[in-house]
């Protein structure tokens, strides 16, 4: 079945220690995306890749750093500089970068700095 | 800059009645518009979407009309169930940007 993966589904995380968020494709998808999610809240846009070895600050990225060296694999990482980390972070991904395009979204992570 | 407004929740119903969720936006050029649901701790899937004026989205019994005149996708179901519960996202994407606009969310309950 083609989808999105994302690992692992809880993660726990002490306070100056970086992350990593993986997130997989086997959808062919030429574009993919992370999104913070906080209660009550709608999605913000932490970064997103058209094309491989090549991404963009979306509206929220300080604080995280991400690499798109193959076509099926999008990490996150969450460096000790994002001052307020605890969240459900989703990655999506689309076929092109096209308006009409629909997002596919994995079951996501909830990261949790104790 | 392009936004998308949703009206605020939480919705609770009872099982079989008419759900309305009203959606307006903001945006340059020719925007298409989606919904997409989220059940609980889980990602978002789409539900449904319109990519031009007067088009009407439909999926497992809900619909939106893509209304240019009034910038609106109010999302409509004519009896709902237990199992629509969930949280549901009114979102645009706009030839003006490489992103997707999400609004707030509303979160529904539907009770029996």
């Known amino acids: 079945d083609g989808g999105i993966t994302q690992s692992p589904k809880y993660l726990f995380r002490k306070e100056g220690q970086n992350v990593t968020l993986s997130c997989e494709q086997n959808?062919?998808?030429?574009?993919m995306y992370w999104y913070r999610q906080d209660p009550g809240q709608g999605l913000r846009l932490i970064y997103y890749s058209q094309i491989v070895n090549d991404f963009q600050k979306g509206d929220i990225a300080e604080g995280y750093s991400v690499s798109r060296e193959k076509k099926e694999s999008f990490p996150l990482t969450v460096t000790s500089a994002q001052k307020n980390p605890t969240a459900f972070y989703l990655c999506a991904s689309s076929p092109g970068g096209r308006n009409t395009d629909t997002q596919y979204f994995g079951p996501g992570t909830r990261l949790t700095v104790l | 800059g392009d936004s998308v407004t949703q009206m605020e929740g939480p919705v609770t119903l009872s099982e079989e009645a008419f759900l309305t969720i009203n959606c307006t936006y903001t945006?340059?050029?020719?925007?298409?518009l989606f919904w997409y649901v989220q059940y609980p701790g889980e990602g978002l899937q789409l539900l449904l979407k319109a990519t031009k004026a007067d088009d009407k989205g439909s999926n497992k019994g809900f619909e939106a009309t893509y209304r240019k005149e009034t910038t609106s996708f109010h999302l409509e179901k004519g009896s709902v169930q237990v199992s629509d519960s969930a949280v549901y996202f009114c979102?645009?994407?706009?030839?003006?940007?490489?992103?997707?606009?999400f609004g707030p969310g509303t979160s529904l309950s539907v009770i029996p």
């Open positions: 959808l062919n998808h030429d574009a």
């Open positions: 945006a340059t050029g020719y925007p298409s």
């Open positions: 979102a645009l994407s706009s030839t003006s940007y490489d992103k997707v606009i």
